[in-house]
């Protein structure tokens, strides 16, 4: 069974600080996707990854870094965190065969007070 | 104009009740779309893919309608459980991206 997994449900932080949010697919995936998702505003696309080491920007990238170094592993770092980054993230991956089909992480609900 | 563009809802219906989406997107270049459902506080997932020649998976139809640029979703002899937020998705044309729509809610009741 496909299987994404996020590092954490929820997540407290403090304005300013640095946060790691990390996602591990089992499934062999090309690619993979991080996504936050706003009342309203629905999936938007922060960064995507085609392979290792390879990184796109996605439609938001603004305040976000990625990184992977590894297949399975596709990471999202916040530098400085800031309250308008409170949201849902979600990860996802896709085979480049099945592109259509992503595969979702629980998300991360994540508080920036 | 959005990329991919749905109509909020929510949508609420009785049980039995049929009920269509649609979901108009606005990059005419785009050849794969999807249906996603996320139930509240879950991720999405995927529910159908859509074919141009329309297709069918039990009680649920997706057609698209090149032309006029929106796909649909059909929903037959809705139950309770059919509750969610309903996501379309489009391909960007480039690499493995997609761009969901916003989602419709449906709330099917009693």
């Known amino acids: 069974d496909v299987k994404v997994t996020q590092s954490s449900r929820y997540l407290v932080k403090r304005t300013g600080e640095k946060v790691f949010l990390e996602c591990v697919q089992d499934?062999?995936?090309?690619?993979m996707f991080w996504y936050r998702q706003d009342p309203g505003l629905g999936l938007r696309l922060i960064y995507f990854?085609?392979?290792?080491?390879?990184?796109e920007k996605g439609d938001i990238p603004e305040g976000y870094s990625v990184s992977r170094e590894k297949k399975e592993r596709f990471s999202l770092i916040l530098e400085s965190a800031s309250t308008n980054q409170t949201s849902m993230y979600l990860c996802?991956?896709?085979?480049?065969?099945?592109?259509?089909?992503?595969?979702f992480g629980p998300g991360t609900r994540l508080t920036v007070l | 104009r959005k990329e991919v563009e749905q109509d909020p809802g929510p949508f609420n219906v009785p049980e039995g009740a049929t009920v269509a989406f649609n979901c108009t997107y606005s990059?005419?270049?785009?050849?794969?779309f999807f249906w996603y459902r996320q139930d509240c506080r879950k991720e999405p997932k995927l529910l159908m893919s859509?074919?141009?020649s329309g297709n069918e998976d039990g009680r649920f139809t997706a057609q698209l309608n090149r032309a006029s640029q929106y796909i649909s979703l059909l929903i037959r002899d809705s139950k309770l459980s059919d509750s969610a937020t309903y996501l379309c998705?489009?391909?960007?044309?480039?690499?493995?991206?997609?761009?969901f729509g916003t989602g419709t809610r449906l709330q099917v009741t009693l």
């Open positions: 990854s085609y392979d290792v080491k390879m990184k």
């Open positions: 990059n005419s270049a785009s050849q794969s």
């Open positions: 859509v074919y141009s």
């Open positions: 499934m062999d995936h090309e690619n």
């Open positions: 998705a489009v391909d960007t044309g480039t690499a493995s991206k997609l761009t």
């Open positions: 996802a991956s896709s085979s480049v065969a099945g592109a259509g089909t992503q595969y």
